[in-house]
């Protein structure tokens, strides 16, 4: 039987080989009662030069595509800060707001383990409910945990 160091460490060196063949490894934690889903990328910093990306509240093929699209589009630019992106998802836009590391710590743990000592940095993507109100908005309804400073 399995214990939870066999666990880990084959699901790091999944982690390890999803960053060295694609750049990256999304991590996503599923929606459980009383909890906010939640997804993150670990290794786009390191490999694509640009913030890792932090997504609250969305489901786990969501968030992934939405990782992806980021990735794609921005790796080796500057990535533009608290502006509404029209074109990050077809399905809605998006605000991207910086987030400091030690409000994902209880977040982002493939990445604390990936960079260990290493200087990396966070942006967390913020997206409409379902009538297209951001949070900063009256009548915003949904469950995201906002960590950064949003006040696009």
């Known amino acids: 039987m399995e214990d939870n160091e066999d666990k880990k460490e084959i699901y790091f060196k999944r982690v390890y080989d999803n960053i060295k063949n694609i750049g990256y490894h999304t991590t996503a934690i599923m929606e459980e009662e009383n909890f906010t ?3 993150y990328s670990t290794g786009i910093f390191e490999n694509f030069k640009i913030p890792e990306l932090f997504i609250s509240g969305l ?34 836009p998006v605000y991207l707001i910086k987030v400091n590391n030690e409000d994902l710590t209880e977040y982002a743990l493939s990445s604390i383990k990936f960079y ?13 409910d379902l009538n297209g109100n951001f949070p900063n908005e009256t009548n915003y309804d949904y469950d995201q945990k906002i960590i950064g400073k949003f006040d696009a």
Do not use: C, H, T, W
């Not at 260990?116 to 409409?128: A, D, M, S, T, V």
């Open 37 to 39: 889903p939640f997804a």
């Open 59 to 92: 489901g786990p093929n969501l968030s992934g595509q939405l990782i992806k699209n980021y990735a794609e589009k921005f790796k080796f630019r500057k990535v533009p800060l608290n502006q509404k992106l029209n074109d990050l998802s077809e399905m809605f």
């Open 116 to 128: 260990e000592k290493r200087n990396y940095e966070y942006l967390q993507l913020i997206f409409p």
